[in-house]
């Protein structure tokens, strides 16, 4: 498993943009596919975006295509999700998440390893 830590989640309009990123620590980072999640209130969490392990394959759901890019930096053990022109039900508890594969992990069973969350709201 790797530990992970999560920073960059406020308060914003929408309309506008937000970058989070995981911290992650553990020396099998490189060989991890990650990932990021979300849970609004009262809903089931679910997978954003994901990226295998070199960075060259990534995955998104569709509300999020086009303006989320996930992206990875494994030099400085960091994964990104950037999030551009903001929705309001983009306000969630989003989640940073790996998996022990070289695949992009789609299915929430491939993944071992969680943070504690950072909450974004975005207003209307």
């Known amino acids: 498993q790797v530990q992970l830590v999560e920073s960059g989640g406020e308060l914003v309009q929408a309309g506008r943009s937000l970058r989070l990123s995981c911290a992650v620590s553990?020396?099998?980072?490189?060989?991890?596919?990650m990932g990021w999640f979300r849970q609004a209130p009262g809903k089931e969490r679910e997978l954003v975006a994901a990226?295998?392990?070199?960075?060259?394959?990534?995955y998104y759901i569709d509300s999020v295509e086009g303006r989320f890019t996930i992206s990875r930096d494994n030099a400085k053990s960091t994964v990104f999700l950037q999030m551009n022109n903001l929705k309001p039900e983009g306000t969630a508890v989003y989640y940073c998440?790996?998996?022990?594969?070289?695949?992009?992990?789609?299915?929430?069973?491939?993944?071992?390893?969680w943070g504690q969350g950072t909450k974004v709201t975005v207003s209307s």
């Open positions: 553990g020396r099998t980072f490189s060989s991890y596919g």
């Open positions: 998440a790996g998996a022990p594969v070289h695949t992009v992990p789609v299915i929430t069973d491939e993944y071992d390893s």
């Open positions: 990226i295998n392990f070199s960075g060259r394959s990534t």
